[in-house]
């Protein structure tokens, strides 16, 4: 992982730890870690995991895990539309699109409202 020039040493050495063991635990078992495993094993705060987790730059997937992006996706995908915010939200992301556009989500008896404003 490159050292983020606008983040601390202490995020940076954060993120690392947590990226490593975020790749070893998935080449363990072929399945994306939990947080809750994550804190376990990197022994930090469940909120430090968090914010760092989501932060993680899906473009560093090496050659070895991109075989595994087409049914992850497609699982992501399936995952947005029973309405899970946080599928949603993690789409949104690699997408682009809450970086381009503010979002307001509104979930109501598995029915999907996504509005964008500028």
């Known amino acids: 992982m490159p050292i983020n020039p606008n983040r601390n040493e202490t995020w940076n ?6 990226e490593e063991i975020f790749w070893k635990l998935y080449a363990d078992t072929g399945e994306v870690p939990k947080i809750k495993e994550l804190v376990k094993d990197t022994g930090l705060s469940p909120k430090t995991v968090y914010e760092h987790y989501y932060e993680m730059d899906v473009s560093e997937i090496t050659e070895k895990y991109k075989v595994h992006l087409d049914r992850a996706m497609a699982a992501l995908a399936k995952k947005c539309e029973d309405g899970d915010i946080y599928a949603i939200q993690l789409l949104a992301k690699l997408t682009g699109w809450v970086e381009k556009k503010k ?4 979930i ?7 509005e964008f404003t500028e």
């Open 103 to 106: 979002t307001e989500l509104d």
């Open 13 to 18: 050495m954060n993120h690392a730890k947590i």
């Open 108 to 114: 109501k008896q598995k029915t999907l409202k996504v």
